[in-house]
DNA sequence: CGCCGTGTTGCAATATGAGCAACACCACCG
DNA sequence: CGGTGGTGTTGCTCATATTGCAACACGGCG
C-alpha cells in the first residue's frame, strides 16, 4: 500500500542496518531511502536513526516508531482480513509461534483441518521455545503462541489455558508399560532420553528431580522431540512429553501419565499480544483450537 | 504527515459525505479528493463508498476501513506524545469526555493542577450525558471518559470505579441543613429542582421514587447542573448531585448525603475504549485523577 | 596514504498528484 | 416535460514531488 512504503523503508533499514542494503532490498536507490528518511524524520521533529559510520542504528524515538509500524503494519492486515470476511470468502494469513510438542501432531493437524474449510488462509509456523515464542508475539512476529508453562511476560495475553500431566513416553514393548499411570521414581529405574535445557519440559522434570531427590541416567539429551521420539523406539529408554504432544501416528511409542503426586500438571497455554485484536482469520483459527482442546483436554482445564 | 493524508481526506469524505464539501474543507479540489479515495479503493480490492446521488456513504467495507483510520491517528497521536516523553518534556493533548456533573469543579481543577506540572499538554473537555460520552470514547473523539453509571458497553473498559452517595443539595439555611444525612422521603416533603432525564442521576432519583412510592413537587427541571444550582440558591428547594459534582465555592448551599437506605451510592466511572493504549499525557492524567479521587473519596472505593 | 565501507547531496529525468473545465447522472420543482 | 442545482467522475495540462545517477564527505582499516 501506497501509504505503508515509507513505513515499510523505515521497519527495513532498521533491521538490516544499512541504507544500500535496505535500497537493494526495497529495488530503490540509496539516495532515495535517505531522503524518504530524512523526509520522515523532519516531519516528526526528531531524528530516529543514529547515523554510525557501520551504518544506521535506531535511536530511543526509533524504537518507539518501529514498535508503532509494527502495530500499523500487522494492523492493516488485520483489516484487510476483516474486509475479505465481509464477502464470505475467509483469506488472510496467521502465523503462529508453537513450542515444539506441537510440531509433530497438533498444529499440522488443526491446520489441515483449519485449511480444509478455508482454503484461502495461509499459515506461517515458526516453531520456538517457550521464550522465544512469546518474544515473537512481543515483536509481531507471531500472531498468536501455543506454548508450554510460558514466562510470565504482561504483553502475552493468555487465551486459553489447558492444565495437562506429563507423560513418559517409551516402546509399547516397555515393563511400565502395562500400567496405566506410572510413578515418576520408576521412570528413573531406567536410562532417560532428556528433553534439553530450552525445553519448557525440562523445567518441570528438573524441579520433580530436585523434590525426588533421585538419581537419573541421562543417555541421550536433546533439543530436538524428534531426536527424543526416534531414539525411545530403539533402546529401552523413558522419555517425556506432554499429552498433547504425543504423536498419534502408528508407532510402537506409547505415553504412560506420570503420576500427579510426583509431577505437576504442566500448562498448556494459547495466547496473543495483550491489547491487539487478531485478524478474523487468526481469531477463527484461535477458537477452532480452543474448542479442539477443549474438547479433549478439557475435563482438566482452568 | 504525508502518509495520513489520504486517511484523513477518507475520514473527512466519511464523516462529510460529500467530496466537494470535503474538498473545501481540505482545501483540495473534488477532482483531486475522488482519484484520492478511488486510488485507495483500488489499491484495498474493494470500494468503500456507496456513490448515491446524495452523495458518499460508507459500505460495510468502509466502516471496518474507517474504525482503522480513526485508530491509526489516534496511535500516531500516541507515538508522537511518547517520542516527546523521551527529551522529558510532557506534550500532547488529552480529551476527556465528562458527565456535566464535573464541569464545574473537579475536572478544572484536575486540568490546572495537571498543567502546572505540564505547561504543554492541551485538553478538551467535551461535556456529555453518559450514552455520548460513551460513544464518544467509541468513536475515539475522546480518550478517556468520566462519568456516573455508565451504559455497560464491551468497548467500554473502567480503569476506576468508585461508589459515591448522591446528596441534596440545598441553601444553607434550609431546614434539611441541620443533619448531616437526610432522608429522602424527607427532601420530597420540599419542591424539588429536578436534573433532567438526560442526567445519570435522574435515573437514580427515578429508581428510588418508585421504591418509595412518594410524591414529587418537581418545579424546576433543568438538564443543566448549572441552572439547577443557581435555583436551589434561590428559593427553599431541594436539588440532587453526587459528592464529587458539589461545588466547592463559596456559595449559600449546602449538600446533605442521602442515608443509604433511601438511595444506592452511585457509580462514578473513569475509563478508555478497550484494547488501546492511552497516549502517555492522558496515561498520567488518569493517574492524578485516580490518585486525587481515591485520595478524597477512596475509603468507598470499589 | 589508499581503499572500501558508510550516508549524503546536486542535478536531471520521471512519475505522481493537483487543478480546471466539461461531462454524466439523479432529484427536485416549476 | 424540461430546467436547475446537486452529486461524483473524467481528459487534459501543468506543477510538484520523487527517483536515479554520479559525485561527494566522512570514518575505519590495512
Partial sequence: MKHLKTLRCIEDVASSGSIRKSAEQ???????????????????????????PQGMRLNAAGELVLRHIRAQLSDFERLRSQIADLSGVRRGHVTVAVSQAFAHGLIPKEIASYRARHPLVSF???VRDHVHAVRAVAAFEADVALVIT?????????????????CALMSKDHPLAKAETVRFRDCLQYPIAMPGPSLAIRHHL???????????????ESDSFEVLRSYTGGEQVISFQIRAGIPQDNSNLVAREIDHRDMPPTQLVLGQLRGRSLSVAASKFVDQISGSLHSQYGVRSA
Same sequence: chains 1, 2.
Avoid at 33 to 49: A, Y
Fill in 26 to 52: 526495497l529495488s530503490l536507490t540509496a539516495s532515495a531511502l535517505t531522503r524518504k528518511i530524512q523526509d520522515f524524520e523532519t516531519e516528526l521533529g526528531t531524528p530516529i536513526f543514529e547515523r554510525m
Fill in 124 to 126: 506461517s509456523v515458526l
Fill in 150 to 166: 510460558p514466562p510470565p511476560a504482561p504483553e502475552f495475553e493468555p487465551l486459553l489455558v489447558i492444565h495437562q500431566p506429563l
Fill in 206 to 220: 528438573q524441579s520433580a528431580l530436585v523434590r525426588a531427590s533421585l538419581p537419573v541416567n541421562t543417555v541421550v
